[in-house]
């Protein structure tokens, strides 16, 4: 069964920095493509960012370019998403999420981690 | 960047009854697009790929057509566990972008 857990979330000040992390199992981590996708409280939902099976491409959504980092260990089954320079509309439940490929939908997720920018 | 607008951003049905929701892109995604079901408190869950291709284990009262900038969810006959928020999303390029969400409410 394929499972993704977050964590790592929590509450931050704004301009604070904090890394999010997701472990993988039951399914071959590093064949997958892997992406974090945000929903702020009572709203729809963003992607955020992807990465590559060996790490080697990613991509980014404007608003968090040059802000956060994504980056995958296939040694231990876990994604990545560190964030910098944290704004309060950054507060979100972020979900990592398992891509087939770039251009596929995510088709396994995990539970979500809330990360709340707030002073 | 591709904008993803779906309408209506509400709908009340009763059991059994048939359901579309619509999604447009604001350029051409081929078919490109995909369908998410998400509940209150929980993760999305993947339905519909490539427009109209059925995710493993979702029931057959759910499909979804169209290319290029128009595309549709039809629930044929709607059940109770299928109430919830729905999401299109377009992968033909980045960013890749979601529509605002169809929220089918009990009637």
């Known amino acids: 069964e394929v499972q993704l857990v977050e964590s790592g979330g929590g509450l931050v000040q704004p301009g604070g920095s904090l890394r999010l992390s997701c472990a993988a199992s039951g399914f071959s981590f590093s064949s997958y493509w892997m992406s974090w996708v945000r929903q702020a409280p009572g709203k729809g939902l963003e992607w955020v960012a992807n990465i590559n099976q060996d790490g080697s491409e990613k991509n980014f959504v404007d608003s968090v370019r040059g802000r956060f980092t994504i980056s995958r260990d296939n040694a231990k089954n876990s994604l990545y998403l560190q964030m910098n320079s944290l704004r309060a509309d950054d507060t979100s439940v972020y979900y990592c999420?398992?891509?087939?490929?770039?251009?596929?939908?995510?088709?396994?997720w995990g539970q979500g981690t809330l990360v709340t920018v707030s002073s | 960047d591709i904008q993803m607008t779906q309408s209506p951003s509400s709908v009340s049905a009763s059991v059994g009854d048939r359901v579309t929701i619509t999604c447009r892109a604001s350029h051409g995604i081929s078919s490109w697009l995909a369908w998410y079901q998400q509940k209150p408190g929980k993760a999305p869950k993947l339905l519909i790929y490539?427009?109209?291709s059925l995710q493993s284990g979702v029931p057959p009262r759910f499909s979804g057509s169209g290319s290029g900038t128009d595309f549709t969810l039809t629930i044929s006959s709607l059940q109770p566990e299928d109430f919830a928020t729905y999401y299109c999303?377009?992968?033909?390029?980045?960013?890749?972008?979601f529509g605002g969400g169809t929220k089918v409410e009990i009637k």
């Open positions: 490539l427009a109209s």
């Open positions: 999303q377009q992968t033909k390029s980045f960013p890749l972008t």
């Open positions: 999420a398992r891509d087939v490929s770039n251009t596929s939908p995510s088709d396994s």
